[in-house]
């Protein structure tokens, strides 16, 4: 019957409520009429008689009915929400992949064609050595962007290893113009943490240097584990412009959806001129 209410088929759950009224009326008069009596025959148990068995029949259909619609009505009511919240818990967690594959595929056209440049004009320099380490390292980053990517969770450490790789690769695009200092304390072996939730904040920096944003071309990179807590400072030169840059400020957007879903109120986040990012992680 809850289906008419939800239909507006007002008529059909009237009728139906008529009907079900009707039949607890009968029920209820049949167990007054010939159940009650013989369980009191048989069983001495003596249950108290109806002075007027007609009018009890009555007021049990016109009372039982409506709740049991009301409980039937609230069920239905209470098994719609789950499934809508089952839902929306499905698109959000397919909205996340669909944004972590669209930072995929940001991160690693403009990088990996500059890359490839470069390895072949230490190639034809002949400076196989140099061009050898580049194109390992550009494997490396570009295997753990399009597979370990993938998975929900990635070792720490390897998140941090590609982006020092793609350090050295962004360095050497840059012409080796830029200062960059990495410091690294504490143990990363044995945390996890949600793949490329650090590498945007590192990307935006390099858009500040590459848009000639920056008053001095250096940057700060500080990462440091303790116990369950894993921090990270992106420090470079000041700007009168804002933090994040136009055309990453979408990435950046998308990191905070993921920090929000992942962490929820296990990180803090600060973009100011010192952008830096805290992640509550718990080993495992």
């Given at each position: 019957?809850?289906?008419?209410?939800?239909?507006e088929?007002y008529s059909s759950?009237?009728?139906?409520?008529?009907a079900?009224?009707?039949?607890?009326m009968?029920?209820?008069?049949?167990?007054?009429?010939?159940?009650?009596?013989?369980?009191?025959?048989?069983?001495?148990?003596?249950?108290?008689?109806?002075?007027?068995?007609?009018?009890?029949s009555?007021?049990?259909?016109?009372l039982?009915?409506?709740?049991?619609?009301?409980?039937?009505?609230?069920?239905?009511?209470?098994?719609?929400?789950?499934?809508?919240q089952?839902?929306?818990?499905r698109?959000?967690?397919?909205?996340?992949?669909?944004?972590?594959?669209?930072l995929?595929?940001?991160i690693?056209?403009?990088?990996?064609?500059?890359?490839?440049?470069?390895?072949c004009?230490?190639?034809?320099?002949?400076?196989?050595?140099?061009?050898?380490?580049?194109?390992?390292k550009?494997?490396?980053?570009?295997?753990?962007?399009?597979?370990?990517?993938?998975?929900?969770?990635?070792?720490?450490?390897?998140e941090?290893?590609?982006?020092?790789?793609y350090?050295?690769?962004?360095?050497?695009t840059?012409?080796?113009?830029?200062?960059?200092?990495i410091?690294?304390?504490g143990?990363?072996s044995?945390?996890?943490?949600?793949?490329?939730?650090?590498?945007?904040?590192?990307?935006?920096?390099?858009?500040?240097f590459g848009?000639?944003?920056?008053?001095?071309?250096?940057?700060?990179?500080?990462?440091?584990?303790?116990?369950?807590?894993?921090?990270?400072?992106?420090?470079?030169?000041?700007?009168?412009?804002s933090?994040?840059?136009?055309e990453?400020?979408?990435?950046i957007?998308?990191?905070?959806?993921?920090?929000?879903?992942?962490?929820?109120?296990r990180?803090?986040?600060?973009?100011?001129?010192?952008?830096?990012?805290?992640?509550?992680?718990?080993?495992?």
């Amino acid at each position: 019957m809850p289906k008419y209410l939800f239909r507006e088929k007002y008529s059909s759950l009237t009728a139906h409520t008529l009907a079900l009224g009707g039949l607890i009326m009968l029920a209820s008069y049949f167990l007054h009429k010939g159940v009650f009596p013989l369980i009191n025959n048989a069983f001495n148990y003596h249950l108290a008689a109806s002075q007027n068995i007609i009018w009890t029949s009555v007021t049990s259909g016109i009372l039982s009915a409506p709740k049991i619609i009301s409980a039937a009505v609230a069920v239905k009511l209470l098994k719609r929400w789950y499934l809508k919240q089952k839902e929306k818990e499905r698109l959000e967690q397919e909205k996340l992949v669909t944004d972590l594959q669209l930072l995929k595929a940001q991160i690693h056209p403009d990088l990996l064609f500059s890359s490839l440049d470069i390895i072949c004009f230490l190639a034809q320099k002949k400076d196989v050595n140099r061009a050898s380490v580049l194109l390992l390292k550009l494997a490396d980053m570009l295997s753990y962007i399009l597979y370990d990517c993938d998975n929900t969770l990635v070792p720490l450490e390897k998140e941090i290893k590609i982006i020092r790789d793609y350090v050295v690769l962004q360095k050497i695009t840059l012409d080796n113009q830029l200062e960059i200092d990495i410091a690294e304390k504490g143990d990363t072996s044995h945390q996890v943490i949600s793949p490329l939730l650090l590498l945007p904040f590192i990307e935006n920096s390099f858009a500040y240097f590459g848009n000639k944003k920056l008053e001095t071309n250096w940057i700060n990179l500080q990462f440091e584990a303790k116990d369950t807590v894993f921090t990270m400072k992106v420090i470079h030169g000041k700007s009168a412009d804002s933090v994040v840059v136009a055309e990453n400020r979408n990435a950046i957007a998308n990191v905070t959806k993921r920090l929000d879903f992942f962490y929820h109120d296990r990180y803090r986040l600060k973009t100011t001129v010192e952008p830096e990012i805290m992640i509550s992680n718990r080993c495992k």
